[in-house]
Structure formats: structure tokens, C-alpha cells
């Protein structure tokens, strides 16, 4: 017994169609169909509009391997960080650049980079593998060498917070100015009065060199000019990411004075010290002044006084950048630098006399 066939254009019978079936019926030719994904630029508006429009009737896309294959690139970019994923910042740059690459069609690949050994690695064998569209570099720096080893094959570097983006051949970068950010602290705790001001920062036991110590840097040169000298604090970090808060507030009571004001390197570690200060019988703002540097989650709740930085926003703009320069559109400013602001909340006050 023989069954009759479906209809051609019942979509009931069919789960999705094929490249010929959205010619058919666009009345346009495969290749035609084929550019409107790949190539756009080569078809008019008006009929790429009418062949995506018969392509959603028919439930129809293009495999990501036949778009790979007829543009010539591989819809991946390669973001490299030394952060752990689970803190505020880096998981902010995640979300922001994953917002514009999906709807764009890329994939993200990232790359945890812990050495100058590990990041020769990786710009040694990407050339090979040709693996990737752009590189994004988060928040550390790169060799001009290296930068150059991509450039010989086409492959665009972007920053976000990068050390030095221009020097190192970066190819376009989105920056917060930390110099500006750690004026606004530093100034802040000394027009409140402090002299007795302690600076907590991480050392993460790496070679590279990471956009954070320019913080700590123009801090301490900033409280120098006021004759200043900062007590500096190393917070630890385990192999999770997590700040050792608990030793940080060893390190503070060993002082031969506790400090008036405690400026943070960032959020991550001035929101648990607040606890553990007033869980040691410190109460903030009174006894001591204490100040972040992101302006991340919770801050507002719990009325800390930091510098605002915006890394969600920063790379979305990271991404658009680097999607141009894929494209070879000229960009309009390719290293911007993003001005921080200072926000005050209940953490900080004068100091008692």
C-alpha cells in the first residue's frame, strides 16, 4: 500500500526546510539566499528582506559551519582573563560581551591566563589554529610581540581596563581611568581629615601585570603629596577566588595603630571587611572609615562608599568595537577611557579628633 506524499509547502509535514525550498519560494537563486545570511552587503535591502522573511515562514537557518565556511571566519572570540569567573567584575564583562556577540551570532571561548608563560602560549598557537575572530584581553597587559604575532594574521586585540592598550598594540580598548578614580578616594579620606590610611590590595602570586596596581599606584602618590604615607595590606586569594578577609583583619590589628580609613582595591574585598570590622567590635564609619572601588552588588544596600565603575556597559562597547574592526569599519575612537565617579554613602565620615 502506498501513502500520498505531502504537499511541498505543508509545514505540518515538515520540521524544517532546505536552502532550495526558501530559493523556491523567494524566487531567487541558492547563492542568493546563501549571501543574504553571509554577505548582506551584496544583496539589496529589499530582497534580503523578502528571502529572511520566507526563511522564518519555513522555519529555515543557515548551519553555523556553512556561515564559517563561506565567510571565512570561524564565529568565535577568544577572551582572555585572569580573574576567576565567579567574581562581580569579570562576570559583568561576561554578560556584557555575551549580550552583543549571541545576537551577532558569535560564540565566546574564554581562556583562564595565570602567567606570562600561559598568555606566550596562547598568542603562539592561535595563529596555527586560526580559531578565533578577535581577542579580547581583560584587565592585564600583553607584549607588543605578541599583539603583533595577530596582527600578521588579521586578528584585532581589544581591551577592557588593559595596561597600556596603545603601547602594547591593542588595536582599540574601553578603559576606566583609575587614575582619576584613585584621586577621587585618596582625596576623599584626606579632605575628611584622615593621615592614618591603610590601602588593601590583592597579590595574586602571578607574573602579569594587571591594570589594578595603577589603582594602588596614583593612591599612594596622591596621599604622598598630602604627607601621607599609606600602611599597605596584602589580601590573600585562595585557589577559588576568595579573598582572605579574615587574614586582612590579622594584618590590621597587628598594626602598631589600627588605621583611621581603609581605602579597598576593590568591592570584593571592602564588603566583607565591613563585617568582619564591626564583628571584631569596629564600628564603620566611626572608628574607621572605609572605602570600595567598582561600585558593585549590594554596595547601595549595605551604604558603601565606593568609586562607580560600569563593567557591563564597558563591554558592550568592547564588543561592538571589535565587531567593526572584523568588519573593517574604521572606528570613530578606538581607546576611550571612561571617567570614574566617586560615590558616597554611610562608610565613610570625618575622622574623630
Known sequence: MSFPKPARNNRKWRMSSSIQ???EEAGVSISTVSRSFTRPNLVSAKTRERVLAVADKLNFS???SAVALKSGRSLRIAVLMSGHISLWFTASVIEGLNEVFHAEGYDIS???ISSIEERQEFFDTLPVRRNADAVIVVSFDIDAKESAQLASVGVPIIGINAVKPEQRGFAAAVNIDDTQGSRLAARHLTVLGHRNIAYISTDRGVSLSFSVKNRFDVFCDCCRKEGIEPQVVVCKVDGNGHYQIGDVITQLMSLHEMPTAIACQEDGIALPLLFQLERNGFCVPGDVSVIGY???TYTHDIGLTTIRQDPVEMAREAAHMTLDL????ELETAFRN???QLIVRSS???VRR
Open 348 to 350: 565613610t565620615a570625618r
Open 338 to 340: 571612561v571617567a570614574a
Open 294 to 296: 567598582d561600585d558593585s
Open 326 to 329: 572584523i568588519e573593517e569599519r
Open 21 to 23: 525550498d526558501v530559493a
Open 62 to 64: 543557515l548551519s553555523r
Open 110 to 112: 574564554i581562556f583562564q
